[in-house]
């Protein structure tokens, strides 16, 4: 089932945050979170994987509460260079020992000066 | 390293006629992915491989076919083609289990169905 996103869109100025939710009704082995801008193919940003580590790099960090099947992506300080659309993937089990992405719809994010 | 690469960038069927989009990676990945991506639904996947000979549905496989003779192929084919295949189509691939490793994407094939 497609993980839940939100919100659908958000515009920020330059230096101000923001966060993007994911959540799913399944339960989760681990969850990706990429990057797509505007007719590029999507860019890997992190994985989070059970255990609610909260991992990051830049000014860009994410958490994991398995619990509540939910993670979030946290962007502080944005730069124009974060506009883009942000796709968090959830991993289950499909079966012999194979694993799936499921992504949600996406968040667009537009930071503008 | 190329990475992953799809040919071709663009292309425009008319209804029921047939092709194969070309995926190739030079990284030595086991996994390989085909994802179909249409206006704000997000990524869909068609179909994966964990290896050379081994293939499997995800979630919207009707009218596509797959095969992976060797570690760095992996093309998807489109029989008889409809309007309801027109989307931008993504290939990735992945080393191993997707719990421990990231997806590496090629660039796209935007497909139009007439």
């Known amino acids: 089932q497609q993980p839940v996103q939100s919100p659908q869109a958000v515009i920020l100025r330059e230096g101000e945050d923001a966060v993007i939710n994911c959540s799913s009704s399944?339960?989760?082995?681990?969850v990706h979170w990429y990057r797509q801008k505007h007719g590029e193919a999507p860019v890997f940003l992190m994985i989070l994987l059970k255990g609610g580590e909260q991992k990051g790099h830049d000014k860009i960090s994410a958490s994991f509460n398995e619990k509540k099947q939910q993670s979030s992506l946290y962007l502080t300080a944005s730069q124009l260079s974060y506009s883009g659309t942000y796709f968090c993937?959830?991993?289950?089990?499909?079966?012999?020992?194979?694993?799936?992405?499921?992504f949600g719809k996406g968040t667009k994010l537009s930071v503008i000066p | 390293n190329a990475g992953v690469t799809q040919t071709p960038k663009f292309r425009i069927l008319k209804i029921g006629q047939s092709m194969t989009l070309q995926c190739t990676q030079d990284?030595?990945?086991?996994?390989m992915y085909w994802y179909r991506q249409d206006p704000g639904m997000g990524l869909k996947l068609i179909y994966y491989s964990v290896g050379a000979g081994i293939t499997d549905k995800g979630e919207v496989p009707n009218g596509y076919n797959v095969s992976r003779s060797t570690t760095e192929d992996f093309p998807l084919r489109l029989e008889l083609a409809a309007p309801s295949q027109t989307s931008v189509y993504f290939c990735?691939?992945?080393?191993?289990?997707?719990?421990?490793?990231?997806?590496?994407f090629g660039p796209g094939t935007r497909l139009t169905v007439l």
């Open positions: 990735a691939s992945s080393y191993s289990s997707t719990s421990y490793n990231e997806q590496f």
């Open positions: 993937g959830t991993e289950w089990n499909s079966g012999a020992g194979s694993y799936q992405l499921t």
């Open positions: 399944k339960a989760l082995y681990s």
């Open positions: 990284m030595n990945h086991n996994y």
